[in-house]
């Protein structure tokens, strides 16, 4: 464009309107030496004219002119779930206020993440409550005015996985950035508790990422003044702020007193869930204390074993154990069939469930005292397992949901049920190293009680295989890996059902 400049082009002027004449809307009065925006009319008719007085004369204008599908105008928006953009040879999706768009670039999810300066709220994955979407990265920064802390209270949660938190988790830290002190890293179905910042701000991150979604997360935030800051909320250990108030807690082997503020020596019972983890007397590796009985309830993934290996052992010799002893069970209490009861100062052999589920207990008298034990627990895969009406689970590893399957295992497990009922089993999730034959990674089922008895099928691969069922009580399952690729690895359900003895697989 060079046309001779005038402010409000008065002399030379190249003048475009969106329609067919003079009198359609005008788009613009155009000189000088600026060239114009690209210029696109609304319908399919553009109008321009050229006007030159009778002094000043320049080169003039070029322009190409070129007709343009609007891809918006189409039945289907474009495929855009919410708003369709038209460009120059193209278009593009936009969403609402308060989404944004998918990994697609078609569809619309709601926006997750962003600066919160209230002193209190509600924070949600995106789509809740439906599942979240996969591939997601969201980070709230939350800020409270000084001298106030910010407590995060969980109404719902659900994420992928269990312990390690590897796939899908939320992270919570005291700071804004991402290397500030971190309260926790979540997953699974169990809801945190309370988390309160150590200053004014806090992070929130949430991951997902291309597999398995779940429902998410529903949480509160609330900003509150620090009663802890002075005195200490007058607590013998901790202390805890909390929104309106504060609470008191104790170290580790204390519980609360009456009073809620101080601390006395706790009665040693746990709850332990991890697929692996170290186990020791009170005390350790100090000696154990006079009258002290001592629980553990350890509870390992649905189709694998519980196994207990001693590192150190040393409590009072007796040979009926009458005094001081451990007693190893096989079950969630001491109702359950006992594995052993041990004492003296030899290192027993390492006792294995026949479940997932082991429970000890640790009785000192009022004398002798001595260093006592240290035990590492762990999961074997395997076993024989008993199917009933109602549906039970099975897991290929201890840390599905967390890590792929172990390389180089070799598990098989017998699955048993009542005399004239068969085995049912229900693929949930299935996810093992593909290869032609299955000759790398595999599960295979046999219908009977070992592998001579008739194979069911090898599979491998992606994708659920269709339910199972054994012709008589027992079937057996056998799962194979190699020293390379692993998966995710697989979750079956399985039960007992009454089934044509002919019938080994469903359409």
């Not at 627990?377 to 897991?395: I, M, N, Q």
Request: net charge negative.
């Amino acid at each position: 464009l060079q046309i001779e400049r005038h402010d409000n082009c008065a002399y030379d002027y190249l003048e475009i309107r969106d329609g067919t004449n003079e009198n359609s809307p005008l788009i613009g009065h155009f000189c000088g030496y600026d060239k114009p925006e690209d210029i696109r009319s609304t319908s399919n008719t553009l109008w321009m004219k050229f006007v030159s007085d009778g002094t000043v004369n320049k080169a003039g204008f070029a322009a190409n002119f070129f007709k343009e599908e609007d891809e918006c105008a189409k039945p289907d928006n474009g495929g855009c779930e919410q708003r369709c953009v038209n460009t120059l040879g193209s278009y593009q999706c936009a969403c609402d206020p308060g989404y944004e768009l998918g990994p697609d670039k078609k569809s619309c999810e709601a926006a997750c993440g962003g600066l919160l300066t209230k002193l209190n709220g509600t924070i949600t994955t995106p789509g809740w409550p439906k599942e979240y979407p996969p591939n997601k990265n969201c980070v709230w920064q939350v800020v409270a005015p000084t001298q106030y802390r910010i407590s995060m209270k969980f109404e719902f949660f659900e994420l992928e996985g269990n312990e390690v938190c590897k796939y899908d988790y939320v992270e919570i830290r005291s700071g804004l950035s991402s290397d500030s002190k971190l309260h926790g890293k979540f997953c699974g179905t169990e809801v945190p508790e309370v988390i309160t910042s150590q200053y004014n701000n806090m992070r929130i991150e949430f991951r997902s990422d291309n597999t398995v979604s779940k429902k998410g997360f529903k949480a509160h935030f609330f900003s509150d003044k620090d009663e802890c800051s002075k005195d200490n909320g007058g607590c013998q250990h901790e202390c805890i702020n909390t929104v309106g108030s504060y609470v008191c807690q104790c170290r580790n082997g204390f519980v609360l007193h009456e009073n809620k503020h101080d601390c006395k020596e706790a009665e040693c019972e746990q709850k332990i869930h991890s697929p692996n983890g170290i186990i020791t007397s009170p005390n350790w590796p100090d000696k154990y204390p006079s009258r002290k009985e001592c629980t553990w309830e350890i509870s390992a993934t649905p189709g694998q074993r519980v196994k207990l290996t001693f590192n150190e052992f040393e409590i009072e010799q007796h040979q009926e154990c009458a005094y001081d002893h451990l007693e190893v069970f096989d079950g969630e209490s001491e109702k359950s069939p006992i594995l052993g009861r041990l004492c003296g100062n030899k290192i027993p052999d390492p006792l294995i469930a026949t479940g997932n589920k082991m429970f000890l207990r640790f009785i000192s008298d009022a004398s002798v005292q001595r260093k006592g034990f240290q035990a590492t627990h762990s999961t074997e895969c395997g076993g024989r397992l008993k199917a009933e009406t109602k549906p039970k689970d099975l897991y290929s590893h201890a840390q599905f949901g967390d890590n792929n399957y172990p390389v180089q295992a070799d598990c098989d497990w017998l699955l048993m049920a009542e005399r004239g009922y068969r085995v049912e089993l229900m693929f949930q999730t299935f996810e093992v190293e593909e290869e032609a034959d299955c000759g790398y990674d595999y599960v295979e089922l046999f219908d009977g009680h070992d592998k001579t008895a008739m194979r069911l099928g090898r599979f491998c691969g992606s994708g659920p295989p269709e339910e199972i069922y054994s012709a008589g009580e027992a079937l057996l399952l056998h799962f194979h890996t190699d020293d390379t690729i692993n998966k995710k690895g697989f979750h079956i359900r399985y039960r007992s059902i009454k089934y044509p003895d002919s019938v080994h697989t469903k359409k």
